[in-house]
């Protein structure tokens, strides 16, 4: 069931005030009875992380990698991402916002939830962004840190092309539609399209089938995404950096006192997996307790969904605890392993 927080009178990082209305899902067992996971979302994704038509089905349920019936799962919407209303709330102003300003909303949400510890933030693209985001500005939250196709600043190769989806976003008649066109182009790879389509062309129209593909993922997020949300949700993507534009990314990582578990994918075209290698090396002279796993694939960033045999590999070591005795413990800081 969705439930909503309001967090009054916040003031964002361009100095602006207003009311935000955040919406969130739990799923699983309850706060009180066993650790909790923070789910984030991706950039079209929502909180309905689980379940028959759960975006991340396939990681989260009964008996499945993060098991429902051992945890308790908090998925939060990003405001203004349009799951069930509210997406005009940044309609006019979606510039004024950075990630760093969704994650202090995250945390607001949580103390008013009485939540001052997590067992794990897991996140993937954007939604592991947040995920270092969260735990940079409070280093003691979550005892694992899992950001997956992510990075923790926006390069310039993810500003460039995101500046090209704000361009259309802006300036087409089709908004919607000739973005996700576009942005689908770099969620891929040349490999994986020349796998799917093998230059086929349709029976009919004789067009090439990988344009048929594209114009069906336009119109499929047209249909369910609003203008408002998708210019939001691609903007934040621009405004990745736990430094706070200091540049100082690996001296405010090593404050992070949880253990934190990077996932790259060796083809995005995203977020680099060279990027991610290079935040590992340089992070672990300055924190021990800091892990890297890389998927192989030919499908580029969208990876970190199709691949889910790897993923669920190398994160079940991770979630692999017993939560005997946890509900005789009154503190959600502490759980048995």
Known sequence: MLEELIIENYTNSAGSTQDIHLSYQWFGRKASEAPIILVNHALTGNSLVTGSNGWWKD????????DIDKFCILAFNIPGN???????????????FKLKDIAQIQLIALEKLKIDKLF??????????????????KPDLAEHVIPIASDY?????????????????????????????????FYRTPQSLAQKFEGKRNSQDQGFEVENWLLHHGEKLKNRFTLA???LMNHLLMTIDISHSSGNYLEAASKIKGEVHIVTVNSDLFFLAEENWNTYVELSLLKPNIS?????????????????????RF???IFQLTTQGYENNTSRSVWAR
């Open 229 to 231: 949300s998708y210019k």
């Open 315 to 317: 994160l079940k070591p």
């Open 59 to 66: 990681l989260i349920g009964k008996n499945k990698c993060i």
């Open 82 to 96: 349009g799951f069930k209303g509210h997406e005009d709330q940044f309609f006019e102003n979606y510039r004024e």
């Open 120 to 137: 794990a933030i897991i996140g993937g693209s954007i939604g592991g962004a947040l995920a270092w985001e969260l735990a940079v500005q």
């Open 292 to 312: 890297i796993h890389e998927i192989k694939s030919i499908h580029g960033h969208d990876a970190f969904l199709i691949e889910t045999d790897q993923l669920n």
């Open 153 to 185: 600043k926006s390069t310039d190769w993810l500003v460039a092309n995101c500046r090209i989806q704000d361009h259309i976003l802006n300036n087409s008649s089709n908004p919607v539609h000739d973005a996700r066109m576009h942005a689908m182009t």
